[in-house]
């Protein structure tokens, strides 16, 4: 399984920006896709999980703000992140869960100015 995000880059507080994440390769059909985000220093932190059966979960530091969909072939998943904070800088990370194993893309560099 390969993961290739796309859609990170520099954005003011308030603003928006929006992630892709396209998946290849052995893709099941049961699967959890999602995003997680890292700064230097502190571990990987989970931001929002959508499952096969198209129930999603959020960080309680997005709720409200972020929102995570897929396409109908569920091989992309998106990230919809609005009212951006500078908090939100970090490198997000793709995610997709199948078969008890962890797959992760490339991470793409979102950067929130005050």
């Known amino acids: 399984v390969q993961l290739q995000a796309s859609g990170g880059g520099l954005a003011q507080a308030g603003g928006s920006l929006t992630l892709a994440c396209v998946a290849s390769g052995s893709v099941s059909s049961i699967k959890t896709m999602g995003w997680f985000r890292q700064v230097p220093g502190k571990q990987r932190e989970f931001v929002a999980t959508?499952?096969?059966?198209?129930?999603?979960n959020y960080a309680d530091s997005v709720k409200g703000r972020f929102s995570i969909s897929r396409d109908a072939a569920e091989t992309t998943v998106y990230l919809q992140m609005n009212s951006l904070k500078p908090e939100d800088t970090a490198v997000y990370y793709c995610?997709?869960?199948?078969?008890?194993?962890?797959?992760w893309g490339q991470g793409t560099q979102v950067t929130v100015s005050s």
């Open positions: 995610n997709l869960r199948q078969d008890a194993q962890n797959y």
């Open positions: 959508i499952t096969t059966r198209g129930s999603k």
